[in-house]
């Protein structure tokens, strides 16, 4: 599963190098266009890769970020209109004095000046256009989790040009891989979408919006069918060898394999409940999906690390709690996934903004035999 070969938004490193990590890069979900970056060697490199890769029987995965763009990208430019927006401020308090961070003559992009100094996460920023003098504030990517991804642009999926256009990218990008992993798969479910971007009376969604409620009616107008199954559908249609693999929490895994059709879905309860030696309760989760349908079991994707959690030697040790553990990873019905240094127990967390390692480690030769005599086998 390779991370960081789009072409990513200029605007997030420039972000993160003037917030005081002068050697960050852009986020690898904070993209420019679904182009395989220039410096990795473009699509030449690509096809080079995945032919040496394809002799050794690996299949090569790739993200794809469906929820949002980077704050600067090719459809800031070319299509403003597809994102989430007001025509004034939210927030009288707001101001947006910082650096231009567009990289193009035609339009000025500006953060909140709260973003500078950690005074706020603001939910807009600020996108003026040099050619019609418009004004207009974008809202930032947001998951309703915690403060909005200051790098990113929401995008608006009641407009059907949208939906249409990002299906068009999966396309694409089923034509390049395999296997597409889509990052916070969960937040373009309908439920969840309406929560956050055009809450009901009385409910709370991404600060600002409560204004721009719908009704179930109204919003079942805009969007008519869940994004997913329309996925789902137009792969088998026109990619059919592509395997989908949705990164979805919330305990939204069952609703994902049997309403939505995805082929495979992130199955976190299975790093969370056995961190936390949950094993009963991990038990009884077992005991409910075998119930409703064991066929449900082969859906999930197991994992004891992912890019955005703590490495698997921190969360489960290195001695038989994480042998246990890894054991059921690759027995259990399902896809287990094995995190970028597990094998060679790394400590460092995988950066989705690093360009290399920061820490100078060496594999711990204890584990990888371990996994040779444990492990491997069973694979």
């Not at 030449?44 to 794809?64: E, F, H, Q, T, V």
């Not at 996108?127 to 608006?156: K, M």
């Not at 249609?237 to 495979?264: I, K």
Request: net charge negative; charged share 25%; glycine share 6%.
């Amino acid at each position: 599963w390779l991370i960081g070969l789009w072409e990513r938004c200029p605007a997030s490193q420039k972000i993160k190098q003037i917030s005081g990590n002068p050697d960050a890069i852009s986020s690898a979900y904070s993209l420019y266009d679904y182009a395989i970056a220039k410096d990795l060697g473009g699509e030449p490199a690509l096809w080079n890769l995945r032919d040496r890769a394809l002799a050794r029987g690996i299949r090569l995965a790739s993200d794809l970020v469906p929820n949002h763009t980077g704050l600067y990208s090719k459809w800031m430019l070319e299509h403003p209109d597809w994102f989430i927006q007001l025509d004034y401020t939210p927030y009288p308090s707001y101001s947006f004095n910082g650096p231009d961070l567009s990289f193009s003559r035609d339009i000025s992009l500006n953060i909140e000046d709260g973003y500078w100094d950690k005074r706020d996460a603001a939910v807009v920023f600020k996108h003026y256009d040099h050619r019609s003098g418009r004004t207009r504030y974008i809202y930032h990517g947001n998951d309703g989790t915690s403060t909005p991804w200051n790098d990113t642009a929401q995008l608006n999926y009641l407009n059907p040009e949208v939906r249409e256009a990002v299906i068009k990218n999966i396309l694409q990008v089923a034509r390049m891989f395999p296997i597409i992993r889509f990052d916070a798969a969960m937040t373009l479910t309908k439920k969840p979408y309406r929560r956050l971007w055009c809450p009901q009376p009385g409910q709370s969604g991404v600060p600002s919006r409560s204004d721009y409620g719908l009704s179930r009616e109204e919003f079942d107008k805009a969007m008519p069918e869940e994004f997913w199954r329309e996925v789902v559908d137009r792969v088998a249609a026109e990619a059919s060898d592509t395997l989908l693999l949705a990164e979805a929490f919330w305990l939204m895994e069952s609703f994902f394999v049997r309403t939505l059709g995805m082929h495979r879905v992130y199955n976190s309860a299975f790093m969370n409940m056995l961190k936390m030696e949950e094993n009963a309760k991990y038990r009884q989760t077992l005991k409910n999906v075998l119930e409703f349908n064991p066929q449900v079991l082969q859906r999930f994707v197991n994992f004891m690390n992912n890019p955005d959690e703590k490495t698997a030697i921190e969360q489960f040790g290195k001695e038989n709690k994480y042998y246990g553990a890894c054991i059921l990873l690759v027995t259990m019905p399902g896809l287990p996934m094995l995190g970028h240094g597990q094998v060679e127990g790394f400590h460092e967390k995988y950066g989705m903004e690093y360009k290399t390692a920061y820490w100078n480690e060496s594999p711990d030769e204890h584990m990888v035999r371990e996994h040779e005599r444990l492990i491997f086998p069973l694979m």
